[in-house]
């Protein structure tokens, strides 16, 4: 964990100087982004208060990570008020000499979120989210099962999230410092209600127009916010307070894996008996390295898990865990993560950074092939 205490202002250049030369984040580059992992649009004000820092630190370190693309908020809906949306899980399987290209047209879907070149059969896995099944019907017949090169698909719902990526962290604060973060509750409006009226209300046209705002840049000023959507600034705060205190937005840091310092992600699909898998998912969320844990519907696996971890070397220890812990659950299959091609609506390149954003829109109707 960072040191607490104040640095003075050489002290901060010169680490600042070194990591420009090593070109990877330090302690409290990690600090900064577990701060935001836990409030995603924190002010600085109040990570350096978390962290003992002067804010225009942290805003210049933030800046620097963020430009780099090492470090990123994005925001997405989460179909609250549309109960029929789908999440799904799609492997497709695909000629050797066409994967990146497929990988590259299928990143730029509205409908897809993750994009990752996986071993074993499966060439690539894609995590999707689309209005409601009979859309996941015609984006796998219109949009990947027409691509040149995609020799097969599959494809599992997720009828349940018990965790997501959303909720991994880097756990390098102490607990003070998450005290303070965890303290300062973003705030309410007066009048702000979450009944299920107003969840029921779905997205409008202005909630949509936000949200992809929010996908490019998960803290966008409010000011700028409003200039781009034509809205005052009151508007955008309440309205930004309805999307994300009711659960309809997400609101989400990440990071580069390698930068993380947990740079290998593997899949297992796994079965539990139905009277004890909501059980194993609550033990499986308290396990370290848990970053993904859903259950699925669409095949024999009921589960599917994925696992972070510092190395390949540490992913038989995991699973030995995971054995001592879950023994009621069972695993069918495994796969790694080789390259991380798109991650909730961010290209990342060869080293996991960000290097642009791809609009997410579950709502687009398009679901024809992008051209190449």
Request: proline residues 5%; neutral net charge; aromatic residues 4%.
């Amino acid at each position: 964990m960072p040191p607490r205490g104040r640095s003075t202002q050489d002290d901060a250049t010169r680490r600042e100087m070194a990591q420009d030369s090593a070109g990877r984040a330090d302690e409290l580059d990690l600090a900064i982004v577990n701060c935001l992992q836990l409030q995603p649009r924190a002010s600085w004000t109040l990570v350096g208060r978390a962290l003992d820092v002067d804010p225009v630190t942290v805003a210049r370190r933030w800046q620097r990570l963020s430009a780099a693309g090492i470090a990123w908020v994005s925001g997405r809906a989460t179909g609250q008020g549309r109960p029929e949306s789908c999440l799904a899980v799609v492997e497709l399987s695909c000629t050797a000499a066409e994967t990146l290209a497929i990988a590259r047209r299928v990143t730029e879907l509205p409908h897809v979120l993750s994009v990752e070149h996986t071993s074993g059969p499966r060439s690539l896995t894609i995590l999707v989210e689309v209005r409601d099944l009979a859309f996941l019907s015609r984006f796998l017949l219109e949009s990947v099962g027409t691509i040149p090169g995609v020799v097969a698909t599959s494809s599992h719902a997720v009828t349940k999230v018990y965790s997501m990526g959303d909720h991994w962290q880097l756990h390098v604060l102490d607990p003070a410092q998450r005290g303070v973060m965890l303290r300062a509750q973003q705030p309410r409006l007066d009048g702000l209600t979450s009944d299920q009226a107003d969840l029921a209300r779905g997205y409008d046209p202005v909630d949509r127009q936000l949200i992809l705002l929010l996908g490019e840049d998960g803290r966008m000023p409010v000011a700028t916010m409003a200039a781009r959507a034509s809205l005052s600034e009151s508007t955008v705060r309440r309205r930004l307070a309805g999307l994300v205190g009711n659960g309809r937005v997400v609101l989400r840091c990440d990071m580069a894996l390698p930068d993380s310092g947990w740079p290998v992600i593997s899949w297992l699909w796994a079965s539990a008996d139905a009277g004890d898998i909501d059980d194993v998912a609550m033990t499986l969320r308290r396990l370290p390295g848990i970053r993904v844990c859903w259950r699925i519907s669409g095949g024999g696996p009921n589960l599917m898990l994925a696992l972070t971890t510092h190395s390949l070397h540490e992913l038989s220890q995991v699973e030995a865990r995971l054995a001592a812990e879950v023994p009621q659950m069972t695993i069918h299959d495994r796969s790694m993560v080789l390259r991380s091609i798109k991650r909730m609506g961010r290209e990342l390149d060869l080293d996991g950074r960000s290097v642009r954003s791809v609009p997410l829109d579950i709502w687009a109707d398009t679901v024809g092939p992008q051209p190449s």
